[in-house]
């Protein structure tokens, strides 16, 4: 038992020695939807709602092609419902700390790479409101507290994009389906998805 340890530690110890490390910071826009069941059942309907995402990245290349890219994001969604009363205007704001680890496939040359990415993300929920407006007056719920809604905190799921690179610039987009059940309510299934377009820079 001890060899093998002995000898995956030296086979990690290589990797890090002929991998390259890169850091960068990237933002954008969040455009993010809900779906919400009860026993499996379609109850509500949302429209695309706008957000945004910014952080930090790193990029551990292996080789020219493949690279592992863990992210750690501040995340804002918005989701509105498809319809409302007339003269009100209501949104849910879902706010995460969110970290990707993605595998990235390059292509290309120094200057100019397109890529593709995969892989998992697990997010915290830090704050989670409904907010309304009618006639000048606002108000919020938070989800976590409200009974109807009964939000948790963890959230999980796999994603994917695409993107280009020109010298130390990058332009990406990227969907992130959710997996976990957002909400606490005995029978109700709410899951969090999003697409969103990003640019970043690397250091």
Same mark, same amino acid.
């Given at each position: 038992?001890?060899?093998? @340890?002995?000898?995956? *530690?030296? =086979?990690?110890? !290589?990797?890090? =020695?002929?991998? /390259?490390?890169? $850091?960068?910071?990237?933002?954008? &826009?969040?455009?993010?939807?809900?779906?919400?069941?009860?026993?499996?059942?379609?109850?509500?309907? @949302?429209?695309?709602?706008?957000?945004?995402?910014?952080?930090?990245?790193?990029? +551990?290349? *292996?080789?020219?092609? *493949?690279?592992? /890219?863990?992210?750690?994001?501040?995340?804002?969604?918005?989701?509105?419902?498809?319809?409302?009363?007339?003269? %009100?205007?209501?949104?849910?704001?879902? /706010?995460?700390?969110?970290?990707?680890?993605?595998?990235?496939?390059?292509?290309?040359?120094?200057?100019?790479?397109? +890529? %593709?990415?995969?892989?998992? +993300?697990?997010? $915290?929920?830090?704050?989670?409101?409904?907010?309304?407006?009618?006639?000048?007056?606002?108000?919020? %719920?938070?989800?976590?507290?409200?009974?109807? @809604?009964? !939000?948790?905190?963890?959230?999980? &799921?796999? &994603? !994917?994009?695409?993107?280009?690179?020109?010298?130390?610039?990058?332009?990406? =987009?990227?969907? /992130?389906?959710?997996?976990?059940?957002?909400?606490?309510?005995?029978? %109700?299934?709410?899951?969090?998805?999003?697409?969103?377009?990003?640019?970043?820079?690397? @250091?």
């Amino acid at each position: 038992m001890r060899k093998i @340890f002995l000898l995956l *530690f030296c =086979v990690l110890l !290589a990797v890090g =020695v002929n991998a /390259q490390i890169r $850091y960068g910071v990237k933002a954008g &826009g969040t455009f993010s939807n809900i779906s919400e069941k009860y026993n499996g059942e379609k109850i509500s309907e @949302f429209k695309l709602g706008v957000g945004f995402n910014l952080g930090g990245v790193l990029e +551990y290349s *292996f080789s020219e092609s *493949f690279a592992l /890219q863990p992210e750690l994001l501040y995340v804002m969604n918005n989701i509105k419902p498809k319809e409302e009363e007339e003269g %009100v205007s209501s949104r849910m704001e879902l /706010q995460f700390i969110q970290l990707p680890i993605n595998l990235k496939y390059k292509m290309g040359t120094e200057n100019l790479k397109f +890529y %593709v990415t995969a892989g998992p +993300y697990v997010g $915290y929920a830090v704050s989670a409101k409904l907010k309304a407006e009618s006639e000048g007056i606002s108000g919020a %719920v938070d989800l976590f507290e409200w009974d109807e @809604f009964k !939000a948790k905190h963890l959230n999980f &799921g796999i &994603g !994917a994009g695409l993107g280009i690179e020109v010298s130390k610039f990058t332009v990406g =987009v990227g969907y /992130q389906h959710g997996l976990a059940n957002l909400t606490g309510v005995d029978q %109700v299934s709410i899951k969090l998805g999003s697409f969103n377009l990003s640019v970043g820079y690397f @250091f």
